[in-house]
Nanobody, 120 residues
Framework: QVQLVESGGGLVQAGGSLRLSCAASGAIFSINRMGWYRQAPGKQRDLVATITGGITNYADSVKGRFTISRDNAKNTVYLQMNSLKPEDTAVYYC???????????????WGQGTQVTVSS
């Protein structure tokens, strides 16, 4: 069994910063791609950022403001969010492609989501 547990969401004023964390635990052999997605009320879930090895990818709307990073020893991915805007308000979900034990098959896993609210 594998779990992704997110933390770090909250309420912040526009222009402020938050740091999200997502830790994977359980029967993990290795983790390939890790990423963050977000879903605002009434909208689809959109990609925010991904990291595979040392290669990062960002949605245009967050480039220059958000930074994704990972600690492989801790199976953890982070999202540093700076210069937050009200339009960044959403539930943020962690996602990871994980090779699980004992089969070493790769599956996508999602966290439970963490609310980020940016007030104007």
């Amino acid at each position: 069994q594998v779990q992704l547990v997110e933390s770090g969401g909250g309420l912040v004023q526009a222009g402020g910063s938050l740091r999200l964390s997502c830790a994977a635990s359980g029967a993990i052999f290795s983790i390939n791609r890790m990423g963050w997605y977000r879903q605002a009320p009434g909208k689809q879930r959109d990609l925010v950022a991904t990291i595979t090895g040392g290669i990062t990818n960002y949605a245009d709307s967050v480039k220059g403001r958000f930074t994704i990073s990972r600690d492989n020893a801790k199976n953890t991915v982070y999202l540093q969010m700076n210069s937050l805007k009200p339009e960044d308000t959403a539930v943020y979900y962690c996602n990871a492609d994980i090779f699980t034990l004992p089969t070493m098959n790769k599956y996508p896993y999602w966290g439970q989501g963490t609310q980020v609210t940016v007030s104007s």
